[in-house]
């Protein structure tokens, strides 16, 4: 699918603005504050009823106006043509309309053309906590699988009544026999929703790792691991290997390689997440609320640096250990004070980021998860997503940038690039149509050459 | 600006806390009223008036009804040996239109959800479970308890609910079948999960 045109109305800083985009490559160049990022979030909303940056959804409207409203006309080869509306009232829920016919359910909209968005925030990938990550992959796989966000929305519904359960038994000793059912019910939706996780998450890693391989020219390499307090590790091995100081890194690689969780049948994590609610069960009637669940995993970036093994492994070591050992032992004794344990610090890149200090590695995990979600999205629909890049020179070195151009161009993919200026960009894409944003006001600028 | 009349206006209040009715549809509704001959609005008065007045629960199912035990709680050709869980009066009236069940009913008057507040205590649950202990007691057992609440993830938890506590009766209990409708809808598949989730552990 391609995006041919867009209409934004109060949506951001724009009044009414409508542009389209006849070619595959389009360049948009702006000043800050000017409205470039706001259309490509404006054309990532149309894909995923939702906001890249947006806290609150009142902050999608313009100052002082109704609701915004915003039309994406897309199309393929085959002239097939599609046209997706998105109106929000200040009080009022998302309208969604496809082809004019108005759409319940945001599981019915998702995935009906994907985008892949690249921007400075995507660092919170590697920065925020598990909650990004979480967000990431459950968006990714919705993308893909609309079976998988009905599975999440349902489990959000049950993890809702269970925790108002646990608040009603806590406080007026209320029955604790209906705890069981709803646990059932989390258990159902929770383990659809885990399998497809490793499923996704297995490939994920794969793409990952190559791309981040190639955008350091193999000097580095991450390793992603999946974590989960409802699904028994079957041997925590990998798990303390980072801790265990004679350990090399080569064996810490081929560690997490395998991934032990992905090969755990549907049976075996039913079972899993069975017990390790029922371990939590003590703790979460304390807490009034429920601590072991996918809505707590998390997934585990470590970098691995080729070249300086001993001084960093000691430093990640430290860091890394408390948390990690919490995470991997998941003993019914251990339960309890693992979950008083926060959850932001299992996984999260902190540690390593103070162990391995730059901010570019971090963009540069960031941009190798988000080119892996590109190939992942490719390779499960067989189609290219749209791309969208948001001041990603201001984010990339010159290296980096022209990796990632070099991957797009061998792509037919439809891409919407932001920057402040045209060059150097200009030169390495592909024959891009140039767009200029400036107060809201979009214009084509010309038709360069490549 | 001048205001409706007092009577209209009352009208039109009351008319809006009906469901699905909005001011608008409420203001056209009591207009249409004012047109009509006297007769007729007084028959709808009526019938508003008298189902309240003359309707009740069913002391046995909790049905709604103007009988009391209900009709079918009182047919000798009904099959008293099973008996039907549904939510609400409208869910029996639905199965009852489909002239394929000869058994009797259970109405719980609701589903478990703990957001709105809603616990066995408040549904028509121990009167399920001692309904079924007299018929034992008066020789008549019940030999099989039909589930068919909803499919929703409240409807699920209720019957999940009820399954788990009918385990120490004498019963066998059964859970309506999904039928996936002509042109099926890709919603229903998460629910095949589920139903094996109901199936498959009620051997635990
Ligand atoms: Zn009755």
Same mark, same amino acid.
């Given at each position: 699918?391609?995006?041919?045109?867009?209409?934004?109305?109060?949506?951001?800083?724009?009044?009414?603005?409508?542009?389209?985009?006849?070619?595959?490559?389009?360049?948009?160049?702006?000043?800050?504050?000017?409205?470039?990022?706001?259309?490509?979030?404006?054309?990532?909303?149309?894909?995923?009823?939702?906001?890249?940056?947006?806290?609150?959804?009142?902050?999608?409207?313009?100052?002082?106006?109704?609701?915004?409203?915003?039309?994406?006309?897309?199309?393929?080869?085959?002239?097939?043509?599609?046209?997706?509306?998105?109106?929000?009232?200040?009080?009022?829920?998302?309208?969604?309309?496809?082809?004019?016919?108005?759409?319940?359910?945001?599981?019915?909209?998702?995935?009906?053309?994907?985008?892949?968005?690249?921007?400075?925030?995507?660092?919170?990938?590697?920065?925020?906590?598990?909650?990004?990550?979480?967000?990431?992959?459950?968006?990714?796989?919705?993308?893909?699988?609309?079976?998988?966000?009905?599975?999440?929305?349902?489990?959000?519904?049950?993890?809702?009544?269970?925790?108002?359960?646990?608040?009603?038994?806590?406080?007026?000793?209320?029955?604790?026999?209906?705890?069981?059912?709803?646990?059932?019910?989390?258990?159902?939706?929770?383990?659809?929703?885990?399998?497809?996780?490793?499923?996704?998450?297995?490939?994920?890693?794969?793409?990952?790792?190559?791309?981040?391989?190639?955008?350091?020219?193999?000097?580095?390499?991450?390793?992603?691991?999946?974590?989960?307090?409802?699904?028994?590790?079957?041997?925590?091995?990998?798990?303390?290997?980072?801790?265990?100081?004679?350990?090399?890194?080569?064996?810490?690689?081929?560690?997490?390689?395998?991934?032990?969780?992905?090969?755990?049948?549907?049976?075996?994590?039913?079972t899993d997440f069975d017990a390790?609610?029922?371990?939590?069960?003590?703790?979460?009637?304390?807490?009034?609320?429920?601590?072991?669940?996918?809505?707590?995993?998390?997934?585990?970036?470590?970098?691995?640096?080729?070249?300086?093994?001993?001084?960093?492994?000691?430093?990640?070591?430290?860091?890394?250990?408390?948390?990690?050992?919490?995470?991997?032992?998941?003993?019914?004794?251990?339960?309890?004070?693992?979950?008083?344990?926060?959850?932001?610090?299992i996984g999260t890149f902190r540690?390593?980021?103070?162990?391995?200090?730059?901010?570019?590695?971090?963009?540069?995990?960031?941009?190798?998860?988000?080119?892996?979600?590109?190939?992942?999205?490719?390779?499960?629909?067989?189609?290219?997503?749209?791309?969208?890049?948001?001041?990603?020179?201001?984010?990339?070195?010159?290296?980096?940038?022209?990796?990632?151009?070099?991957?797009?161009?061998?792509?037919?993919?439809?891409?919407?690039?932001?920057?402040?200026?045209?060059?150097?960009?200009?030169?390495?894409?592909?024959?891009?149509?140039?767009?200029?944003?400036?107060?809201?006001?979009?214009?084509?600028?010309?038709?360069?050459?490549? | 600006?001048?205001?409706?009349?007092?009577?209209?206006?009352?009208?039109?209040?009351?008319?809006?806390?009906?469901?699905t009715i909005g001011q608008k549809?409420?203001?056209?509704?009591?207009?249409?009223?004012?047109?009509?001959?006297?007769?007729?609005?007084?028959?709808?008065?009526?019938?508003?008036?008298?189902?309240?007045?003359?309707?009740?629960?069913?002391?046995?199912? =909790? *049905?709604?009804? %103007?009988?009391?035990?209900?009709?079918?709680?009182?047919?000798?050709? $009904? @099959?008293?040996? +099973?008996?039907?869980?549904?939510?609400?009066?409208?869910?029996?009236?639905?199965?009852?239109?489909?002239?394929?069940?000869?058994?009797?009913?259970?109405?719980?008057?609701?589903?478990?959800?703990?957001?709105? =507040? *809603?616990?066995? %205590?408040?549904?028509?649950?121990?009167?399920?479970?001692?309904?079924? $202990? @007299?018929?034992? +007691?008066?020789?008549?057992?019940?030999?099989?308890?039909?589930?068919?609440?909803?499919?929703?993830?409240?409807?699920?938890?209720?019957?999940?609910?009820?399954?788990?506590?009918?385990?120490?009766?004498?019963?066998?209990?059964?859970?309506?079948?999904?039928?996936?409708?002509?042109?099926?809808?890709?919603?229903?598949?998460?629910? +095949?999960?589920?139903?094996?989730?109901?199936?498959?552990?009620?051997?635990?």
């Amino acid at each position: 699918m391609l995006l041919n045109n867009i209409v934004l109305r109060n949506f951001r800083n724009y009044v009414d603005c409508e542009v389209s985009f006849s070619k595959p490559v389009n360049l948009i160049i702006g000043g800050n504050a000017q409205g470039k990022t706001s259309l490509l979030e404006a054309i990532y909303f149309l894909c995923t009823a939702e906001s890249h940056r947006a806290t609150r959804d009142g902050e999608l409207i313009r100052h002082n106006e109704a609701g915004f409203y915003l039309k994406g006309t897309l199309g393929n080869n085959n002239d097939d043509v599609m046209s997706l509306e998105a109106t929000k009232r200040a009080r009022g829920q998302f309208k969604l309309k496809k082809n004019g016919v108005l759409q319940v359910k945001r599981s019915e909209w998702i995935g009906q053309f994907n985008a892949v968005l690249f921007s400075p925030e995507s660092l919170v990938l590697v920065k925020g906590g598990p909650a990004e990550r979480r967000r990431f992959l459950d968006l990714l796989i919705s993308q893909i699988d609309s079976i998988y966000l009905k599975n999440l929305q349902k489990y959000r519904l049950v993890l809702r009544q269970r925790n108002e359960l646990l608040k009603q038994i806590r406080t007026t000793l209320a029955d604790t026999s209906q705890l069981d059912v709803w646990d059932k019910l989390l258990i159902a939706h929770g383990t659809a929703i885990i399998i497809k996780r490793f499923e996704i998450f297995h490939q994920l890693k794969a793409y990952a790792r190559q791309n981040h391989q190639q955008l350091t020219g193999g000097k580095e390499s991450i390793a992603l691991t999946y974590c989960s307090a409802s699904v028994r590790n079957n041997t925590s091995m990998h798990h303390n290997a980072p801790n265990t100081s004679d350990e090399d890194t080569e064996n810490l690689a081929d560690g997490s390689e395998i991934g032990f969780f992905e090969t755990k049948t549907e049976t075996e994590i039913e079972t899993d997440f069975d017990a390790a609610l029922n371990a939590s069960r003590g703790a979460d009637l304390q807490r009034g609320t429920t601590l072991v669940g996918p809505h707590r995993d998390d997934f585990l970036i470590e970098l691995e640096n080729a070249s300086a093994t001993h001084s960093t492994d000691s430093e990640s070591e430290n860091g890394l250990e408390v948390p990690d050992t919490k995470e991997v032992e998941i003993d019914t004794e251990q339960s309890e004070s693992q979950n008083l344990l926060p959850r932001s610090e299992i996984g999260t890149f902190r540690e390593g980021a103070r162990a391995y200090g730059s901010q570019g590695q971090q963009r540069t995990i960031a941009l190798a998860l988000k080119l892996a979600e590109l190939e992942l999205i490719r390779t499960v629909t067989g189609q290219d997503p749209i791309v969208l890049l948001d001041d990603v020179t201001s984010e990339l070195d010159y290296k980096r940038t022209e990796y990632l151009l070099n991957v797009l161009q061998n792509l037919s993919a439809q891409t919407f690039i932001t920057a402040t200026h045209a060059e150097p960009l200009v030169r390495h894409l592909n024959q891009p149509n140039v767009l200029t944003v400036e107060n809201a006001q979009i214009n084509q600028v010309s038709e360069t050459n490549s | 600006m001048q205001e409706y009349p007092k009577p209209l206006a009352k009208l039109i209040t009351e008319l809006q806390k009906l469901p699905t009715i909005g001011q608008k549809t409420a203001q056209r509704l009591a207009f249409f009223m004012l047109k009509l001959p006297d007769p007729e609005t007084a028959q709808i008065a009526e019938a508003i008036a008298q189902v309240k007045q003359r309707l009740s629960y069913c002391d046995i199912c =909790g *049905t709604i009804t %103007d009988t009391n035990p209900c009709y079918i709680c009182t047919n000798p050709r $009904r @099959d008293r040996q +099973v008996i039907c869980v549904v939510e609400e009066s409208d869910d029996l009236w639905a199965i009852e239109r489909t002239n394929g069940y000869k058994g009797l009913y259970h109405v719980l008057g609701g589903v478990l959800s703990p957001l709105d =507040g *809603t616990g066995p %205590d408040e549904l028509g649950i121990n009167t399920l479970f001692q309904r079924i $202990r @007299d018929a034992t +007691v008066n020789g008549e057992p019940v030999r099989e308890v039909i589930l068919a609440t909803n499919w929703t993830t409240e409807g699920q938890a209720t019957a999940l609910y009820l399954t788990q506590h009918l385990e120490t009766f004498e019963v066998a209990v059964t859970r309506i079948a999904y039928g996936i409708p002509v042109g099926g809808d890709l919603e229903y598949i998460d629910e +095949v999960t589920l139903a094996k989730a109901l199936e498959g552990r009620r051997k635990a």
